[in-house]
């Protein structure tokens, strides 16, 4: 059943029986422990600029 829906959620059964109900919880909590970069957050200009360029790109087709 891997790959599944119904697999993916037996395997997380599984999980929070053998590690405790809160185990998506502890591993979510230690990612965001290890992260220190800051993000966009840490450079405001710098995310001003990305996101005027990336506002400026449009997704739609040309009409002829």
């Keep these: 059943m891997a790959g599944t829906k119904k697999g993916g ?3 997380a059964q599984t999980n929070k029986n053998k ?12 990612g965001g ?3 220190h970069t800051g993000g966009f957050f840490a450079n405001r200009e710098l995310a001003r600029i990305a ?4 506002g400026r790109i449009s997704r739609r087709k040309k009409i002829n």
């Design 19 to 30: 590690y405790g109900a809160d185990f998506y919880a502890k591993i979510g909590q230690k």
């Design 9 to 11: 959620q037996l395997a």
């Design 33 to 35: 422990k290890l992260g």
């Design 51 to 54: 996101g005027s360029r990336g």
